[in-house]
């Protein structure tokens, strides 16, 4: 036996070790995840390294690269999810159900990352062979059906994920029954589509039925909680609803510190949407800090040309706007625009957003033909996305009358 063959023995044993201990990556195991996570990572990389392909290689693999997408590292992992992509093709081939499953977690990463073409043909690909070899009630044809949902809603096409999502209810509810843990979250998926087509009213009930069946069900300290209290803000503040909003994000953001940390991008994003009920207040040095922060978060891990980098952008802008500052706020909504764009497309709903505040202050500065032209072209974005009757499109509507009332 040569050098080679006697570390890749050694490795393999070592995998069989490992893998015996590592627990399932739900959340309450994760305190012996992070205990165990960076051997693990260790040990994987000398399973690709030595093409290991045994069981205990593609348990191990799944379960590391589980952790480190909890903790919010998207671009260290994919090739554990395509090692074990490739272990299953091998050993079941492609019509397996599970294949599928390592296509969706790949398509999530690319989904992080911005990478939105490679994410929905993947998508694409783990329905259509789900579709082909299970029966169409299981509910691994509903958990593909909310992957492209949800993708769906992220690029602005409502109407899509409405569809879709109604789908994957009826699926979820004959497979498992109305009182799953699963139902719940699909249809908090639905509300939250409810509520960015303006259906608020709707989306508040469905909110308040969830999260009452979730504080049945889990501790006060679980990650869905933090999810849905943080969901059930947002949609309080789009109604202005600020003192509400409030208190439920300032509960999931505590939920979400302590079990993520202060440096996690979950933990961004719900500081993000604290930031913005101070700058819907008022308290705009209190939302400058917290943005701030979101940005140096969101910078660290995706990167400075990211859609989440855009969103802390456009957040800061529209808080020196407010305040007037109107110079500081130009080249950080120019920036966040084109980041959209070149990210999202020009029909996107979040480009038609920035282009909308840049209008906004371009009026504030007294330039109406520049202004006018964005009002214009955000408009006709929205009009495609949204029902005409959405609260978005009515301000934006006011928003073009006051700009042409202004150049006459």
Known sequence: MDR???????????????????????????????????????????????????????????????????????????????????????SFGKKNPVFPIFLDKIADI?????????????????????????????????????????????QGRYDKAESLYQRV????????GNNHPDVDFYVINLAHCYQKQGEYNTAE???????ERYEKNFSNSHPSIASLLNKFSSLYQDQGRYIEAKILSQRSLAIIEKILGNEHPVFSEYLSNLARIYDNQGEYQEAVILVQRCL????????????????????????????GRYTEAEPLYLRSLTIREDFLGKNHPDVAYSL?????????????????????RSLEILEKKLDKQHPIIKQGRKNLELLQEKLK
């Open 356 to 376: 909308n505040n840049l209008a906004m202050l371009y009026l504030n500065q007294g330039k109406y033909k520049q202004a006018e032209s964005l009002a214009i």
């Open 4 to 90: 080679e063959e006697k570390w890749r023995e050694r490795t393999e044993k070592v995998v069989n070790r490992v893998a015996s201990v590592f627990p399932k990556v739900e959340f309450e195991n994760w305190e012996l995840c992070e205990e165990l996570i960076l051997s693990a990572t260790v040990v994987c990389e000398q399973v690709i390294n030595f093409g290991i392909e045994t069981d205990n290689a593609l348990f191990l693999l799944n379960q590391t690269a589980s952790y480190i997408i909890e903790k919010g590292q998207y671009y260290k992992i994919e090739p554990f999810f395509q090692k074990c992509l490739a272990i299953v093709e091998k």
């Open 205 to 211: 009930l469905l909110y308040k039925r969830s999260l």
């Open 296 to 323: 140096t978060i969101d910078e660290k891990t995706f990167g400075k040309n990211h859609p989440a980098v855009a969103t802390d952008l456009n957040n800061l802008a529209g808080i020196y706007d407010a305040q």
């Open 169 to 176: 209810l009826k699926i979820a509810k004959k497979s498992l």
């Open 110 to 154: 690319y989904d992080a990352q911005g990478r939105y073409n490679d994410a929905v043909r993947l998508y694409k690909k783990s329905l259509a062979i789900r579709e082909k070899i299970l029966d169409k009630y299981d509910p691994d044809i509903a958990t593909s059906l909310n992957n492209l949902a949800v993708f769906y809603q992220g």
